[in-house]
């Protein structure tokens, strides 16, 4: 079984590396003493939003944690683990929640709406994906849709998914408790919206301890 | 590819791998990219992942030298989120022979078992077992990046097993030879031994 795309990615990296250390002779060895991201980046698994290639990032400029769908459910242990860490410890100062145009998690959730209720009696398979999107459908279902086209049903739905989930962040423990202390370091939580058609990110909505 | 990672700065996927947009599925979560059974979240990635809306190949969980989760996870007593989080690494780590090595070869030798643990559990995934059970040549790798170095080095790789391979080839025999006809038990044997794969090797 051919495993050239693995090997591609592992060719590309002795490459990448060598260009690095051609620059920077001691970028890895300084790099590898220790991490201070001032961004916590929270998006979606698509291979089309690698948050560092769109934001010319460098290694060691951004935390962060990619899913389905951008999502931020306050009993999902993962992703509270990983704001924990970025805000207790890490030490950030911005929040961004990143959704997309065109996101596969948003459109799947919009079909499962479409299909529950056309089909009332029918019910969900009980997987892992749709356990996790089962918020998400939730929100679709709530949403009023009519009138509008497959394509502006999607953008209602990534937009009000970004805000939703950015709702989540401001009430999880490790923000409501850096917003309450006036001593702890400043944490501002961002909304974005990335557009796949012009490789542009878009500020949607920006909330800190004063809002 | 599906790139399962930390959630560390130094260690970006598309960055490390000189990748463009489009390359690589990702998911990235905080404690040294663990995969854990009862994590929705972190399963319902290579279900979406394998599925054919994105039909990836390769299932690339990567950790990294130096990883803080597998440091804190080496002598944590769960009190808080990120140490229970890190329970199961926990568990792993206290069954490691660790004796006569310094701070540094442990947590190398923690970190190794991690990512191979970690590609246990996702080879026994639902979506991978029933990527398998079909047939589905999706291969599982572990890679561990070397932060003072930048470069990756591969530690293991898991395939479709054998006996899925002989079934796949198996029913693509007979679909060729009785292209027109309603293969009724055929598809019966194949229904069945997929099942019976994924009940005997999903974790539960």
Do not use: Y
């Given at each position: 079984m051919s495993h050239e795309s693995t090997q591609i990615l592992l060719n590309a990296n002795e490459e990448w590396a060598q260009s690095v250390i051609k620059d920077i002779p001691?970028?890895?060895?300084?790099?590898?003493?220790g991490q201070s991201p001032k961004v916590l980046w929270i998006g979606c698994s698509d291979s089309r939003v690698p948050e560092s290639v769109i934001t010319a990032s460098k290694p060691g400029d951004i935390f962060v944690h990619r899913n389905i769908a951008n999502q931020f459910h306050l009993n999902d242990d993962s992703a509270l683990s990983v704001l924990t860490y970025a805000v207790k410890v890490v030490g950030v100062e911005h929040v961004v929640l990143v959704g997309h145009t065109n996101c596969g998690g948003a459109a799947a959730c919009l079909k499962a709406a479409e299909d529950a209720a056309a089909n009332t009696g029918a019910s969900q398979p009980d997987t892992p994906l749709t356990r996790w999107l089962s918020p998400l459908i939730a929100h679709v279902q709530s949403l009023d849709l009519s009138g509008c086209s497959t394509s502006e049903a999607l953008n209602k739905v990534v937009e009000?998914?970004?805000?939703?989930?950015?709702?989540?962040?401001?009430?999880s423990e490790p923000i409501t408790t850096a917003w309450a202390n006036p001593n702890s370091k400043k944490v501002t939580v961002h909304g974005w919206v990335y557009d796949l058609s012009r490789g542009r990110i878009d500020e949607l909505v920006c909330r800190d301890a004063q809002a | 590819v599906l790139w399962i990672g930390c959630s560390?700065?130094?260690?970006?996927?598309?960055?490390?791998?000189?990748?463009?947009?489009?390359?690589?599925?990702?998911?990235?979560?905080?404690?040294?990219?663990?995969?854990?059974?009862?994590?929705?979240?972190a399963n319902s990635v290579p279900?979406?992942?394998?599925?054919?809306?994105?039909?990836?190949?390769?299932?690339?969980p990567v950790g990294h030298s130096i990883c803080g989760g597998v440091q804190a996870a080496a002598g944590a007593e769960p009190n808080n989120l990120i140490e229970r989080w890190s329970i199961p690494l926990t568990e792993?780590?206290?069954?490691?022979?660790?004796?006569g090595l310094d701070e540094s070869e442990a947590l190398e030798v923690a970190t190794e078992a991690s990512i191979n643990k970690q590609v246990e559990n996702i080879?026994?995934?639902?979506?991978?077992?029933?990527?398998w059970a079909a047939g589905r040549r999706v291969s599982v790798h572990g890679w561990l990046y070397d932060l003072a170095t930048g470069r990756i080095r591969k530690l293991v790789v898991r395939s479709l097993p054998y006996i899925c391979s002989v079934f796949d080839a198996f029913k693509k025999y007979f679909v060729s030879v009785h292209p027109t006809s309603p293969l009724l038990l055929t598809n019966i044997c194949f229904s069945l031994f997929k099942k019976l794969y994924v009940h005997l090797n999903k974790y539960h």
């Open positions: 001691d970028f890895f060895t300084q790099s590898a003493t009000t998914n970004i805000i939703m989930q950015v709702d989540n962040i401001c009430k | 560390d700065s130094r260690v970006r996927a598309s960055g490390v791998t000189a990748s463009m947009p489009g390359d690589i599925f990702t998911h990235q979560n905080i404690i040294a990219n663990q995969f854990h059974s009862f994590d929705d979240n279900s979406f992942a394998v599925s054919e809306a994105v039909g990836v190949d390769h299932v690339v792993l780590i206290r069954t490691l022979d660790l004796s080879c026994s995934s639902e979506p991978i077992v029933t990527a």
